[in-house]
């Protein structure tokens, strides 16, 4: 836990701000809490990174007011309190951040809870569906299996695997199929990698969850399970403590995909003209290919036998396992075309060049 004297400034936005203002501030700081001030810095509220996608899945959009997702009661402490009692204080509400105030509530800095140089190993193994032949690649899969489309330089199964690193997972599973000694050759085990690489060998294409079913031992902890071809930057950990805080069975991130009606609609009611929409705009979840599931989940899969995602999530709810939605709204790409490949390495760049700006 440390006190900053300058970052804290980065999370304050005005009152009047968006969602989506709020989405950019969060980006740009990484603290996961944006402190919303009036014009005198007086604090009227926080939101936190929770708050954002709760307000997304209630149906909000990314120009709402942010005052509808605003806790307007948080806590907060004074500059002298006793830095054990701030310490108490985060373990007993499970926050990471307590902004400090002054006596008229202006806020003069922010308590954060410091693990960036202490992240914890996982326990939690996370499975990697690495076996897709990639047709819609055309030329870029035909002597080359999905996950080793070099994207920046270097295998797109590399970005996805050194991001979850960073993040605590050890134990990576890799489902292959297409080319799949391809994977295995440029991988191993993992000890170039100071991880630990096992390996699902599909004889056909068993879906995004039949996979699974490959495991030969039941895992101890929650899986996290990922497409290879989805470039983004979610943090895997963060979905894996929503899953276990709402103690689902199993977690689906997904994102908000907009569509407009390019015509203008009318509503109509037997032959008679009730309403007109000119171009509206359509919004739903999609899925985002990444997963965390219980081993009681795995249950629901027959060995060798293909099964999908969506197939499987209707399997846990028909015998009443609890499956939440985890709503992302950090950079994402499914590379699916030649002309994502171009984006995602734009996306890269970005990402390199902030990294060196910091």
């Given at each position: 836990?440390?006190?900053?004297?300058?970052l804290?400034?980065?999370?304050?936005?005005p009152?009047g701000?968006?969602i989506e203002?709020?989405?950019?501030?969060?980006?740009a700081n990484?603290?996961?809490?944006?402190?919303?001030?009036n014009q005198?810095?007086?604090l009227?509220g926080t939101?936190?990174?929770?708050?954002?996608r709760r307000?997304?899945?209630?149906?909000l959009?990314l120009?709402?007011?942010?005052s509808?997702?605003?806790?307007n009661?948080?806590?907060v402490?004074?500059?002298?309190?006793?830095?054990?009692?701030?310490?108490?204080?985060?373990?007993?509400?499970?926050?990471?951040?307590i902004?400090i105030?002054?006596?008229?509530n202006?806020v003069?800095?922010?308590?954060?809870?410091?693990s960036?140089n202490?992240?914890?190993?996982?326990?939690?193994k996370m499975v990697?569906m690495a076996?897709g032949k990639g047709s819609?690649?055309?030329?870029?899969?035909e002597?080359?299996?999905?996950?080793?489309?070099?994207?920046?330089?270097?295998p797109?199964?590399?970005?996805?695997i050194e991001r979850?690193k960073v993040e605590?997972?050890?134990?990576f599973?890799?489902?292959?199929n297409y080319?799949?000694h391809?994977?295995?050759?440029?991988?191993?085990n993992?000890?170039?990698f100071?991880i630990?690489i096992?390996y699902?060998r599909e004889?056909?294409?068993?879906?995004?969850?039949?996979?699974?079913?490959?495991?030969r031992?039941?895992?101890?902890?929650?899986?996290?399970?990922t497409?290879?071809?989805?470039?983004s930057?979610i943090?895997?950990?963060?979905?894996?403590?929503?899953?276990?805080?709402?103690a689902a069975?199993g977690?689906?991130?997904?994102?908000?995909h907009?569509?407009?009606?390019?015509?203008?609609v009318?509503?109509?009611k037997?032959?008679?003209?009730?309403?007109?929409d000119?171009?509206?705009?359509?919004r739903?979840?999609i899925?985002?290919?990444v997963?965390?599931?219980?081993?009681s989940?795995?249950?629901?899969?027959t060995?060798?036998?293909?099964?999908?995602?969506?197939t499987?999530f209707k399997?846990?709810?028909?015998?009443?396992?609890?499956t939440?939605?985890y709503?992302?709204?950090e950079?994402?790409l499914d590379?699916g075309?030649?002309?994502?490949?171009?984006?995602?390495?734009?996306?890269?760049?970005?990402?390199?060049?902030?990294?060196?700006?910091d």
């Open positions: 836990m440390h006190l900053s004297t300058d804290w400034r980065k999370t304050l936005a009152m701000s968006t203002d709020v989405i950019k501030n969060l980006d990484s603290l996961k809490i944006v402190l919303i001030v005198e810095g007086t009227e939101i936190s990174d929770g708050d954002v307000g997304l899945l209630a149906g959009s120009a709402s007011d942010a509808s997702i605003l806790n009661k948080p806590m402490v004074p500059l002298d309190v006793d830095r054990e009692l701030v310490i108490q204080l985060m373990k007993s509400n499970k926050i990471q951040q902004p105030v002054d006596s008229g202006n003069i800095g922010l308590h954060l809870w410091d960036i202490t992240v914890e190993e996982l326990q939690n990697i076996g819609r690649l055309l030329h870029h899969t002597n080359c299996p999905k996950p080793m489309v070099l994207l920046h330089g270097k797109m199964l590399e970005h996805l979850a605590g997972f050890k134990h599973i890799l489902s292959v080319l799949g391809m994977v295995e050759e440029h991988f191993g993992g000890d170039e100071d630990q096992d699902l004889n056909s294409a068993l879906g995004t969850a039949g996979a699974l079913s490959l495991l031992t039941e895992p101890e902890a929650p899986l996290v399970v497409n290879c071809d989805v470039i930057d943090r895997y950990r963060d979905v894996l403590d929503f899953h276990t805080l709402h069975s977690t689906m991130a997904v994102r908000m907009e569509w407009q009606n390019p015509f203008g009318v509503e109509t037997g032959i008679d003209i009730i309403d007109f000119e171009k509206p705009v359509t739903s979840n899925n985002a290919g997963y965390v599931l219980e081993p989940a795995l249950k629901h899969l060995h060798d036998e293909h099964c999908d995602m969506p499987l399997r846990l709810r028909i015998s009443a396992g609890r939440v939605a709503p992302i709204y950079p994402w590379i075309r030649p002309e994502d490949i171009v984006k995602a390495n734009d996306h890269l760049d970005a990402r390199v060049s902030d990294l060196k700006n």
